[in-house]
């Protein structure tokens, strides 16, 4: 049974940096797409970092690109995503996801698209 805990999270200042870490368990991350989501109060669940594939190829929403980065650790099946120059609006609780990749023509992209999720870790961006 996949199991993905989140860790990280945490209360920092506007510009400031935050390192989030997904602990995956019960599976064999080489084998998984893997992604970060957030969801702030009374929004949607919004994709914002993804890795899929043999070749970590990585994609970002645009509210994140140039300052988030997400990588992974195969051996440690671990999911990292680095946040950089954070905004309040970065304010939300941020999950790992995974799916099982079944080749380029599928999408990783959509909440719909992963079946196994963490818990969440929650992420303020206060002055």
């Known amino acids: 049974q996949v199991h993905l805990e989140e860790s990280g999270g945490g209360l920092v200042q506007p510009g400031g940096s935050l390192n989030l870490s997904c602990a995956g368990s019960?599976?064999?991350?080489?084998?998984?797409?893997a992604a970060w989501f957030r969801q702030a109060p009374g929004k949607e669940r919004e994709g914002i970092s993804f890795i899929v594939g043999n070749d970590d190829v990585t994609n970002y929403a645009d509210s994140v690109k140039g300052r988030f980065i997400i990588s992974r650790d195969n051996a440690k099946n671990m999911v990292y995503l680095q946040m950089n120059s954070l905004k309040v609006e970065d304010t939300a609780v941020y999950y790992c996801?995974?799916?099982?990749?079944?080749?380029?023509?599928?999408?990783?992209?959509?909440?719909?698209?992963?079946?196994?999720w963490g818990q969440g870790t929650q992420v303020i961006v206060s002055s």
């Open positions: 019960g599976f064999t991350l080489k084998y998984y797409a």
């Open positions: 996801a995974a799916e099982r990749y079944r080749g380029p023509l599928f999408q990783y992209r959509q909440t719909t698209d992963f079946s196994s």
